[in-house]
C-alpha cells in the first residue's frame, strides 16, 4: 500500500511537472514570436504610444515576462483561468466548451476508425476481397486528411447534398477515413504477427473456427493497437486543425489557431494547460491500459 | 494492483520528456497547419476602410467649405408604407476572417467593419453611386462654419441607441474623444502630422446640438468623420471602455440598423434588425456571418445553400461558381495592391521607378487576376474624388534595365516579404519575382505570419520589398499614408516637397486650388515610386440567384438595406 501511495505522489508530481514546463514553454514560444496582442489590436496602426501603453498595463503585459508567468500559474491553482482578451469571456469557459467539442471528435472517430479496421482486417484474414482492402488501405494513406475533407465536401457539392457545417459529422467522417489506412496497416501486421505465434497454431490445431480464431489474433493484437490508437487521440484532441477548419466545427484546433492569430494570450495558455493534462493522463491510461490487457507486463512489475 | 500507481514507479521522467516533446511537436504541427489551412480568401492586408451605408440616390457633393447645408428631410413618409411590405429574411453570408474585436474603435480588417459598420454609424457617411464615393451627413442633420476653426453640427433628433436611450451631444463627445485616445485608426484621423490633436475642444450647445474646436483650419474633415473608426457609442459605454477595448456584446450598442445578439468566437456573428432604426429598416430581419476561412468550404455553402451570400471570392473560382447558378456581383475595390519598396534601403528613384517599369500589369491583372481588377494609374482609387490619373509606368524591360545601370543597381539582390494569410499574395510574389528576374534582380520571398508580417513591415521596417494592399476611405487619408514618419508608411518615404502639400491641402479654403494641390501631391507620391504600383482589386461577391437587391461597396461591404427575396 505504501509503495502505491508513493507512486501515486510521484504520478501527481510527474503531471505538475509537465504542466509547468508545457505552460512554460508555449508562454515563451508565443511570447518571443513577433507581434503581440497589441500588434494584432491596432494592426498596422502603429503609432499609439500611449494606445499601447495604456493597455499594456490594462493586460499586465508590461511586466517582465517571467513574473506574468508566475503569477498566471499562481491563478491557474486557485482555478483563475483569466479573461479572452478578445472574446471578453472566462478562459476556462472558452476552452471547456471547445475541449469537450474535441474529445467528443476524438472518441468517436477512434471508435468508428477502429470499427473499420476491424471489419477490413476480418475480411482479409478470411481471404475475402483482399485486394478491395489493400486497396482500400493505400487509398486512405496516401491523402492527407485535410485533402480527404475537400474532396468530400466537393463530391456533397457536386450530389447537391447540403453540407452540415459546424456538426460533428464531416469531420468525423473525414478523420475516419484519413485514420483507417494507418490503422488497417497497423492491425493488420499484429494479426499476421500472431498468426505466426505458435499458440495460434495450437488453437487451429484445435479446430476452433475461423471467426474464433480471428478473436483471439485480435485480442494478442490489442495491447499494441491501443497504443497507437491512443497517440491519435491525443493529437486529434489537441486539434485536427485543417478538418475543423474545413468543415467550422468548433474544436481545439480552431481555438489554438485563432488565439494564436490574434495573440489572445490567456486562451493560449488555457490551451497549453488542458491539452497538456490530457496527453499525459491519456499516456498514463496507456501504460496502465497495457498492464491490464498484457499479462506479461504485469508479471514485469 | 501495481498498474493504479500512476506513472509506474522508474517511468516517471521518460514520461515527462515524452508529453512534454510531444506538447511542443503538436503546438508546432499546429502552426504549420494554420498556416496552410487557418486562412483563404482575398483579403489580406488591410489597412483601415471606412464604410457605411449607401443611399439611393446620386450626392455631388462638394466639399462644404463657407457654405451651409442641411440634409434631406428624414425619411418619415415612406416607412408607413415600407411597414406594410416589411420582409422578415434570414440571410447568411459566409465571410473569411472573424471579427478582430467587438469594439468599432478597435476596428481594422473588412470582417470588422462588414458587421460592425451595421451596428454602429458615424456623424457622417460615405455614399456610392457606382462610379464616384460621396461623403454625406449621416447622423448629422446641419452644420455650418461659425469661423476658419469651428463648426456647428446639429444632430438629427429620431436617433436612438440600441438600448433605447435618445442620441445626444454629450454621447458624440464622448465617442469622439474615445476615437481619439484609442482608435489606431481614429487617431490617424484625427490628429495632424505632428500628432497633435486636429479638434481641440469639443462644445455642447444643447441636446442636439455641439461645435467642434479645431487647432487649425482642416478641410478633410467630414471624410474622416464620416469613418466608422470614429463610429458613435453611448457615452457609458465610451467612459466604462476608456482604457480597453469593449469585451462585453451587452455593451455593443450602436445606432445602426442592426443590433448585435450573439457572437461565437471563431463560428458565428447574428445580427438582428433594429426596430427602432431612424432610417429606412432593411427586409433582413436577421443576418448571421458565419466564418469560413476556407475558400472551398464557402465556395460549397454558398452552392449547396447553406450560406445565402459569401465574400471574399477569388477570381478563380467565378466560373465555377457561375456554371452552379451562382451569381456573382462584381464592384470596383478600393484596395490598392502594391509591392512596398523600402525608401531606407533604395534610396535612388531611378530605381524604384525601374521595378515599376519592370512589372507587366496588363499581363498581371489579365493572367493573375483574370481581370477581376483594374490596373493602377493613380495612388488611390479613381472612385475617390479629386483622383487624377497619371503616366502609367509601361511595362518596358529595357528602360528597366537602363534605370537600374545608371543608377548602378545591378546584380543585387532584394528579399520580398509577404503575409501567408492570403495564398493569392503569395502566387503575386512569385510573378513579380519572374518579372524582376527580367531585369536581373534577384528576388528572395519570404513569408511570415499576418501579426509578425504587420510587425515587420510597419513597426520594424525591415524588409527590402513587401506585398499589402491599403484600402483607405478618402484620397486625404490615402495621401497620408506616405507622410514622413506616418505609422502607415512602412517603406519610410519621406519627401519634405509632400508633406508640405498635404498641409496646404488642409487648409486650403478655396476648392479650385486645393484640387490642384491634390493633383501636385498625388503626381510627386507617383514619381517617386515608394511602391510598385499594381492594380485595384475588384471586390467579388456570390449570392444565390434568390437574393435581390444587393449591392456591394467599394470597402467589401455588403449593403443589405435594399435586399429582398
Known sequence: MRRLWINIVKGFLNLLLVFLITTAVIYFLARLFPGDTITVLYGEVNSLQDGRRILEAKLGLDIPLYIQLISFWQKILVGDWGISIFAGKPVFDLVFQRYVNSLMLSFTATLTTTAVCILLAYLSFTRRCRRLTTLVASISTSIPAALWGVMLMVALVLAKVSIPFGSIIMPLITLTIAGVGVFYTILKSLIDEALSEPFMAFYRAMGLTKSRLFLKALRYALPMYITAVLYRMGLIIAGAVATETIFNYPGMGKLLIDAFASRDYPVLLGWAVIISLTLAALNITGDVMQDILDPRVRELM | ?565
Not at chain 2, 305 to 318: E, R
Not at chain 2, 348 to 374: P, T
Request: hydrophobic residues 45%.
Open chain 2, 1 to 565: 494492483m501495481f498498474f493504479f500507481a500512476l506513472g509506474c514507479g522508474e517511468k516517471v521522467p521518460r514520461t515527462g520528456a515524452y508529453v512534454a516533446v510531444g506538447i511542443v511537436i503538436a503546438f508546432l504541427l499546429g502552426l504549420g497547419a494554420g498556416f496552410l489551412f487557418g486562412r483563404g480568401g482575398v483579403t489580406t492586408v488591410t489597412v483601415p476602410t471606412t464604410v457605411t451605408h449607401t443611399v439611393e440616390r446620386t450626392v455631388t457633393f462638394t466639399p462644404p467649405i463657407l457654405q451651409q447645408y442641411t440634409s434631406p428631410q428624414p425619411t418619415a413618409p415612406t416607412t408607413a408604407t415600407q411597414a406594410q411590405l416589411l420582409q422578415n429574411i434570414t440571410l447568411k453570408v459566409a465571410m473569411s476572417t472573424d471579427i478582430r474585436a467587438l469594439d468599432i474603435h478597435f476596428a481594422m480588417g473588412v470582417a470588422d467593419f462588414e458587421v460592425l459598420g451595421k451596428v454602429y454609424e458615424a456623424l457622417f457617411k460615405i455614399a456610392w453611386d457606382g462610379s464616384k464615393l460621396a461623403y454625406v451627413p449621416g447622423l448629422v442633420k446641419s452644420y455650418s462654419q461659425l469661423n476658419e476653426t469651428a463648426w456647428l453640427f446639429i444632430l438629427r433628433n429620431n436617433v436612438v441607441f440600441h438600448n433605447g436611450k435618445k442620441l445626444t451631444a454629450e454621447d458624440v463627445k464622448y465617442s469622439l474623444l474615445r476615437s481619439i485616445r484609442l482608435s489606431g485608426i481614429g487617431k490617424q484621423l484625427l490628429t495632424d502630422a505632428a500628432g497633435n490633436p486636429i479638434i481641440t475642444d469639443i462644445v455642447i450647445a444643447n441636446e442636439t446640438a455641439f461645435i467642434l474646436k479645431l487647432s487649425a483650419p482642416f478641410t478633410p474633415l467630414f471624410e474622416n468623420l464620416a469613418h466608422l473608426s470614429t463610429a458613435i457609442m453611448p457615452k457609458e459605454i465610451a467612459l466604462k471602455y476608456w482604457d480597453g477595448p469593449i469585451t462585453s456584446i451587452e455593451d455593443v450598442i450602436g445606432t445602426g440598423p442592426f443590433r448585435l445578439v450573439s457572437y461565437e468566437k471563431g463560428a458565428k456573428v447574428v445580427l438582428q434588425r433594429f426596430d427602432g432604426y431612424w432610417g429606412n429598416r432593411p427586409n433582413v430581419k436577421t443576418l448571421e456571418y458565419l466564418i469560413m476561412p476556407d475558400a472551398s468550404a464557402r465556395m460549397s455553402a454558398v452552392i449547396s445553400g447553406v450560406v445565402d451570400v459569401a465574400v471574399g471570392i477569388s477570381p478563380d473560382m467565378v466560373e465555377a461558381l457561375r456554371s452552379q447558378g451562382i451569381e456573382v456581383y462584381r464592384a470596383p475595390g478600393v484596395r490598392l495592391v502594391l509591392v512596398a519598396i523600402n525608401c531606407k534601403r533604395v534610396l535612388d528613384v531611378r530605381i524604384r521607378q525601374a521595378l515599376n517599369y519592370a512589372v507587366n500589369k496588363e499581363d498581371v491583372v489579365k493572367e493573375f487576376m483574370r481581370g477581376y481588377a483594374e490596373i493602377a494609374t493613380s495612388v488611390a482609387s479613381p472612385t475617390f474624388p479629386n483622383v487624377v490619373s497619371l503616366k502609367p509606368y509601361t511595362y518596358n524591360v529595357t528602360k528597366a534595365r537602363q534605370l537600374l545601370e545608371e543608377a548602378g543597381f545591378v546584380g543585387k539582390k532584394l528579399t520580398l516579404l509577404t503575409s501567408t494569410r492570403s495564398p493569392k499574395d503569395i502566387q503575386l510574389a512569385q510573378v513579380i519575382q519572374q518579372y524582376l528576374k527580367n531585369v536581373g534582380i534577384e528576388v528572395e520571398i519570404v513569408q511570415m505570419e499576418h501579426t509578425a508580417f504587420l510587425k515587420r513591415v510597419f513597426t520594424d521596417h525591415d524588409f527590402d520589398l513587401a506585398i499589402y494592399g491599403p484600402s483607405p476611405s478618402s484620397l486625404y487619408y490615402a495621401l497620408t499614408y506616405w507622410r514622413t514618419g506616418a505609422s502607415l508608411n512602412g517603406p519610410e518615404y519621406s519627401n519634405p516637397e509632400y508633406d508640405k502639400l498635404l498641409d496646404e491641402i488642409a487648409t486650403e479654403p478655396s476648392e479650385v486650388k486645393r484640387v490642384e494641390l491634390y493633383r501636385k501631391a498625388q503626381e510627386i507620391l507617383w514619381r517617386d515610386a515608394p511602391a510598385i504600383w499594381l492594380y485595384f482589386e475588384d471586390i467579388l461577391i456570390a449570392a444565390r440567384p434568390g437574393i435581390k437587391g444587393l449591392q456591394v461597396l467599394p470597402f467589401q461591404m455588403l449593403i443589405v438595406d435594399n435586399v429582398y427575396v
